[in-house]
């Protein structure tokens, strides 16, 4: 888990360090002095505990950067003025925590915060990023049958759809990962889907095709049978 606490004051940060060793011993916190420390170092961290208050770039300032690098940060902010917290919410902050710091509020928010952290990391897992002519989203890997090459884009085939997107074969393989396999260069299936195969292709459940490099066929059965074996979801 990488944490990063962010204050000018070195009391606080030390305070905040030995709470987190506290509730997760292991883990060695990155202590930053400022904003501008924080972004130079060009990490990207899980939990990030966040003056607001600060020389140079405030917390506020800092934290948009740090949105901009990665959405999924969970921002706890530090302050000792109740009114910043409204700004906190421009930034999507996740909590905040007064000065001074009580170890009972802290353990409390540090706790929602994992959780928060986990739920995120498992979606992330079971989803795959999608971009379009129109519009980037998530889509649920589990909804996505088979994907199929055109060239400089990809067809993702759904239960309900299929979308054209901005993507690679090679990407899209890496971010799906277990529980679909590259049948062929300009194919990737869910082994969810299998209903069967034979040395050509493969037959979805909903009774279309994949087609099946041949050279692929040994390597393909080894594969789905692990695959029933171990009970993978289509999401790994």
């Known amino acids: 888990m990488n944490i990063a606490v962010c204050d000018d004051e070195q009391a606080i940060r030390e305070q905040i360090n030995e709470l987190i060793v506290k509730e997760k011993p292991g883990v060695c916190p990155e202590l930053y002095e400022t904003g501008d420390g924080l972004l130079a170092a060009g990490k990207q961290f899980g939990i990030v505990f966040l003056d607001?208050?600060?020389?140079?770039t405030d917390g506020i300032e800092t934290a948009r950067k740090l949105r901009e690098r990665d959405e999924d940060t969970i921002l706890i902010f530090i302050t000792g003025i109740r009114e910043y917290v409204f700004e906190a919410f421009d930034v999507?902050?996740?909590?905040?925590?007064?000065?001074?710091?009580?170890?009972?509020?802290?353990?409390?928010?540090?706790?929602?915060?994992?959780?928060e952290l986990e739920?995120?990391?498992?979606?992330?897992?079971?989803?795959?990023?999608?971009?379009?002519?129109?519009?980037?989203?998530?889509?649920?890997?589990?909804?996505?049958?088979?994907?199929?090459?055109?060239?400089?884009k990809v067809e993702i085939h759904t239960q309900g759809e299929t979308i054209e997107a901005y993507a690679s074969m090679n990407e899209m393989e890496a971010q799906l990962g277990e529980g679909f396999y590259r049948c062929h260069r300009g194919y990737?299936?869910?082994?969810?889907?299998v209903a069967e195969y034979d040395n050509e292709s493969i037959v979805l459940n909903n009774w279309e095709y994949v087609y099946?490099?041949?050279e692929k066929y040994g390597e393909f059965v080894k594969a789905y049978m692990r695959y029933l074996r171990n009970g993978v979801n289509a999401d790994g």
């Not at 607001?52 to 140079?56: N, P």
């Open 92 to 115: 999507a902050a996740f909590h905040y925590l007064l000065k001074p710091v009580e170890e009972d509020k802290f353990r409390e928010v540090f706790r929602r915060a994992e959780r």
């Open 212 to 214: 099946l490099a041949k």
């Open 188 to 193: 990737l299936v869910n082994m969810a889907y």
């Open 52 to 56: 607001i208050q600060m020389e140079g």
């Open 119 to 152: 739920k995120r990391k498992k979606q992330q897992r079971e989803t795959v990023f999608v971009k379009t002519r129109n519009r980037s989203f998530t889509l649920e890997k589990d909804s996505i049958l088979y994907v199929e090459s055109r060239g400089k």
